[in-house]
């Protein structure tokens, strides 16, 4: 680490790795997979938000897939 | 080199015009996130172009009008822009000021914004990695510490809950521990440097705190001074808002009085208080803020009647480009008072009578008296053996010199007048 700054390849494996929570949050079946990926993306986004590369609001979108309250 | 004196030195750093896009960019979001909401979708047009358009067409929102929309169908009535069953936790405004109090939810996106934020602040003051730190408050509904709690968990810290503690309790485990950072009000540390008085200990030898991070109540100099004194550490000040979910400003250690605001999470105007118009940097006025972060309860144009200075971020010199609050919260314009005719408003008392080292607790009474205001400050010395009517005297010159209005002072017994752990209330009006 020697810069304040991300590197390309930092900012490409952050991004994959959000996208890829993204995904298993938005659609596992399996509860505790679930929503661990959902704390991971919660966590993901801030790092994303801090160095000003992605910004959004997504909890809604969950709601809408119908996995809240046991019945994904 | 990194300079680890940012917690995100990309957005921290930026230049002023690249961080306004940004800032637009989120509030863009936050508008279309706003249209599930029936309160904001109801206030906010659907074709807002830019922050100059968003300025011009979105109305002020006071926290009655909050209020009033939760009322309609408690909790959350009208506000939230998300299903508030998707909340991991709630919280509700601390209600000091006699009225309703304001309830909030956080998301789990939510409240890791909101830690990260708190993050952001305990990074700038210092705060790393394996420090020990202890947050003395209430752990109840009041949204107060409870980030500062997470925030050090998040970052890797030791954090002690001191909740259901009291203030021995919290005194000895200081020493014990060897706690390096502090966390409550302003009110509370001094409290904890009374009851460590009495208990025959000194903090600033017996202890190890080197931060103490107060906040939730506005702390004028002399306060600042007893509370670094006292604790041998370097005070900072912090803001939050239960309406925000988290912290938007802190105390810059490059400059002291410096308060940043955190701007890539929170859009702060400053307007005059009578004319509501934009006021300029260097000028008391009253922040609004709009919230940058949450998603479920969002805040647009929020006016907060805390009163402010706003001064540009490169008089700070800590190469953050972040505008910033000289002295923080200076003061409340719900909280100012005319007293035959001069304004008067709790911090300024309290400064005066914080220069006073023989002072333990004090408070403010305003009372008409045949018709003509009077202010009344009850003072309970720290000893009432050596205490002498000089005292009163002294103080009510200073009250006079400073301020302008000769109180009457009365001295009353030690451990009479209440004392406080949250947001501290000794400014009563009574007329």
Known sequence: MTSGELTEREERQLRECYAALHELAATCAVPAVRTAARAAVAEVHVALDGQALEFEMYTHRWLAEGHERGRG | MSDQSFWNQRTETMPRAELAAWQWRKLRTALAQARNSKFWADRIPTDIRSFEDYVRRVPLVHKKDLVAAEEVAPPFGLLPSIDPSAGIRYHQTSGTSGNTPLRTFDTVRDWTWAVDMWCTMLHGVGVRPRHRGCVAFGYGLFIGFWGMQDAMMRMGCTVLPTGSMDSPARVRLLVDYQVEVLGCTPTYALRLLETAKEMGIDLAVDGNLRIVITGAEPRPPATVRAISEGFGAKVFDVAGMTELATVFTFECPARPGACHIIEPGVIEE??????????????????????????????????????????????????????????????????????????????????????????????????????????????????????????????????????????????????????????????????
């Open chain 2, 270 to 431: 400053v307007l005059h208080p009578e004319t509501r118009e934009p006021v300029g940097y260097g000028e008391r006025g009253v922040r609004v803020m709009t919230g940058l972060g949450r998603e479920g309860f969002q805040i647009f144009r929020y006016w907060t009647e805390d009163l402010v200075i706003k001064r540009p971020w490169h008089e700070c010199g800590c190469g953050r480009t972040w505008d910033w609050y000289d002295g923080g919260i200076i003061g409340r314009a719900d909280d100012m008072r005319k007293i035959r005719g001069i304004s008067v408003t709790p911090v300024m008392v309290e400064d005066v009578v914080r220069g006073f080292a023989e002072v333990r607790e004090f408070q403010t009474v305003l009372r008409s008296d045949r018709g003509l205001d009077v202010m009344v400050l009850r003072i309970e010395p720290n000893d009432a053996e050596t205490a002498t009517a000089t005292l009163g005297e002294r103080i009510g010159a200073q009250i006079k010199r400073t301020i302008g209005l000769q109180p009457l002072v009365e001295l009353v017994r030690p451990g009479v007048l209440p004392r406080f752990e949250a947001k501290a209330v000794r400014f009563h009006d009574e007329r």
